[in-house]
């Protein structure tokens, strides 16, 4: 049976932002134990017309609400403002999650092929059906936001590694596979 428009988002965003929660601990750690401050993180960039970690943070969140709104969940959290510490990230992080967990797969699982429709500020509009949004705008907006986020923790010198990015995998590690390190 071919995955769902849910199989193929709301599971994955659920996991990504979990590992994303785990990656703010650790850098919130490893920031306390080598003198770099939340501020610091929170307003870290890549480069200078890229948006800062809190708005990584935000927009990831909110592409994970927007998709799953655009294809017919409702009452997703409010986008707001960007979190100004990481308890505000977390907390972001918490409530999508929260709201992620909450949705019934039908209504988000109609037919796969009908009209998907949305614009952006700078007055694009795009048509397409809800299969091709998914693969084509949905999936690339979530991933870009959060390895964004993650490039910018690791920029500022977080020990991250792969694990962290996708520590939901450990549960799927077959016994006695790990490297040794």
């Known amino acids: 049976m071919p995955a769902t428009l849910h199989d193929m988002t709301i ?3 659920a ?3 979990g590992a994303l929660s785990g990656q703010l601990d650790k850098a919130l750690a490893w920031g306390e ?3 770099v401050g939340e501020l610091q993180f929170i307003a870290a960039r890549l480069a200078p017309d890229m948006f800062p970690l809190a708005t990584q943070v935000r927009f990831t969140c909110m592409q994970a609400a927007q998709t799953a709104t655009r294809l017919g969940a409702v009452g997703a959290p409010d986008a707001g403002e960007d979190a100004t510490d990481f308890a505000g990230l977390q907390s972001r992080i918490a409530a999508t999650l929260a709201w992620l967990d909450a949705i019934d797969p039908a209504a988000i699982d109609g037919d ?3 009209a998907i429709s949305f ?3 700078n007055g694009m509009v795009f048509d397409m059906t809800a299969a091709t949004y998914v693969r ?3 999936q690339p907006q979530f991933y870009f936001h959060l390895v964004a986020a993650y490039a910018i923790l690791r920029h500022m010198g977080v020990p991250l590694g792969k694990p962290d ?3 939901y995998m450990i549960p799927y ?5 790990a490297p040794a390190g």
């Open 173 to 177: 590690l077959r016994p006695g596979t």
């Open 11 to 13: 599971p994955a965003y």
């Open 165 to 167: 990015y996708v520590s």
């Open 33 to 35: 134990a080598n003198g």
């Open 112 to 114: 796969p092929d009908r």
């Open 15 to 17: 996991n990504a932002l």
């Open 119 to 121: 614009d952006l500020p």
């Open 136 to 138: 084509d705008w949905a």
